[in-house]
């Protein structure tokens, strides 16, 4: 089950029920991610397809593969929209822990919106895409620079409500397939509408996709952290970026 299927679902229900009062007008979503596979071997083998090489999945966990940047980014007000790091479409693929709930990105005449991640809302479980600017610089030199990933880390989160992002232990790794990222750990303080603070942690990782930085941030709370760990470090380690050709898709509606 993922957002599209839970939308997806509450549309049918409401064009089948009575039509006591004026519907809004439906928008047509569409897009290259409404068909892509879902499960280890469709996954492995449309990455294998596309010339990527494949990816384990470790248990316990679901693989997701999408793509990002294929449409220009949907306008806020009808003049201004949310600017991007890259200008590239993007095929993207990480794993996450079973259970979670898939997010991808779509597209309306308004333009492309979401993003690429997964959560456990309930629990306050998250993984999501993130990308900034490089500015000329190389894994290894931002390896020691810790404002760099501060502001990385925060890049997918909401400015009002956090505070004291602490990145440790970041790491320069050589992946099995060759891809140079970096790893990382890190600690925030969530700031609750309710008035209280939620201690966070989480793993990430990064790498260079032309001039950005691309990468996986996943994070949950501290006291959920131990029992997590391992997958917010697997999920992070299986992340992927791919500069792409646009590809071609047809439309629906949701």
Known sequence: LCRRSVLTNAATAL??????????????????????????????????QQGFPAMKVPGGCSPLVGYIGTAPPANIDGSKSKERAFDKSLLVRFVYPNGWLPEVPSITENGESGTLGANNYVKGDSATFTAVPLKGNTLESLSSNKEFFKNFLSAQMTSDVFEDVKPKKITVVKQDDGTEMVLLDFSYTLLTRAGFTVNRLGAASAMIVGDTVVGLVTATTALRYKELEEKLHQSASSFRAYVVKPPAFSGSII
Not at 22 to 47: H, I, Q, R, T, W
């Open 15 to 48: 064009l089948a029920a009575p039509l006591v009062s004026p519907l809004a007008a439906v928008a047509d979503v569409y897009g290259p991610n409404s068909d892509m596979p879902s499960g280890e071997k469709k996954v492995n083998s449309f990455l294998q």
